[in-house]
């Protein structure tokens, strides 16, 4: 059952799906974030992806003999650095258009790049250099208008932080996840990383949980599921297409968050946003580029 044929096409129509449905849960996300605290936000995110996850798992004979693990430390590292990251994510969602929270969490390659440079004394090439230039460029594009005026948004700039805490977060999530993946089941990655998401919303409780009305409570649910099955349909479109393929429409998926602005939060592009675009995006791929290169040589050695 493990063992999948690759199909070209059907690993790239997965990954738009998994694009489609991640900004649907951002949706959902951004929906309730002015009556919902985050830290629920991140338990329902989590308690309601782990549904599909767990069935997911099962269906793969994964389940549960695929968690077993020999490094429990190195999946609380992963987990706990992850779901910092989401909270991150979550907040700078609810301060910021969606679309400019998404477009920041492009810079997560550039960032792990720069990780892999500090911590795994990887090579400073130039492909890694573009990719932190054009990433800075961009975010002085996004955030300098806002810095130049007279006051402040103090909300607009606490989601500009939160959102390269969570691309500097994800960073060191994903070397994490890297250095993980040599021994341990993906699965089991995916599915710790829910759990300490969870236990880190419940730990929120006293901060103040509400409850909220029947339609809230199914946005919530929704962004759950959603997150879920877009972490399934992203994990099978790796089985059935390299990575180098499915590149390209991971930054397709930046549509979706500038459609939901325009046409369901009526918050028009701004100019800001329109110069950091290209920039980022191009940050992001340079960096990914470099990252696919150097996975090409660790199997060449």
């Known amino acids: 059952m493990n063992h999948v044929t690759e199909n070209p096409t ?3 129509m997965l990954r738009i799906l998994s694009g489609f449905l ?10 309730v974030a002015n009556q919902v605290p985050v830290g629920q936000i991140v338990f329902f995110r989590s308690a309601f992806a782990l549904i599909p996850l767990v ?26 650095l ?13 301060r910021l258009p969606l679309a400019e929270a998404t477009l920041l969490s492009y810079l997560s390659p550039t960032f792990t790049s720069i990780a892999g440079v500090l911590l795994l004394s990887e090579r400073l090439t130039v492909w890694r250099i573009g990719g932190v230039l054009f990433g800075l460029a961009g975010v002085i594009a996004l955030v300098g208008p806002e810095l130049t005026h007279i006051e402040l948004n103090g909300e607009r700039m606490w989601g500009y932080i ?32 829910v759990i300490a998401s969870m236990v880190g919303g419940l730990f929120t409780i006293p901060f103040g949980w509400v409850v909220p009305d029947l339609f ?9 599921l959603f997150g879920g099955f877009a972490h399934i ?7 059935h297409a390299e990575a180098s393929l499915l590149a390209p429409f991971e930054y397709l998926a930046i549509l979706w968050p500038i459609l939901a602005d325009v046409i369901l939060f009526h918050i028009p592009l701004s100019f800001a946003f329109l110069i950091a675009l290209p920039l980022v995006l191009t940050g992001a791929g340079l960096a990914a580029m470099e990252g696919r290169r150097t996975r090409r040589r660790d199997v060449r050695d």
Do not use: D, Q
């Open 10 to 12: 059907i690993g790239i």
């Open 22 to 31: 991640f900004a649907a849960m951002s949706i959902c996300i951004k929906m």
């Open 55 to 80: 069935v997911f798992l099962w269906v793969r004979s994964e389940f549960p003999r695929g968690l077993y693990t020999k490094r429990p430390f190195g999946h609380l590292l992963r987990s706990s």
């Open 82 to 94: 992850g779901a910092a990251a989401m909270f991150a994510s979550f907040a700078s969602i609810a």
């Open 162 to 193: 939160f959102g390269l805490m969570m691309g500097i977060l994800t960073a060191f999530a994903l070397i994490m996840v890297r250095n993980l993946s040599r021994t341990e089941n993906p699965g089991a990655i995916a599915f710790y990383f």
């Open 216 to 224: 809230g409570l199914s946005i919530l649910v929704l962004a759950g």
């Open 233 to 239: 349909a992203m994990t099978l479109a790796f089985r």
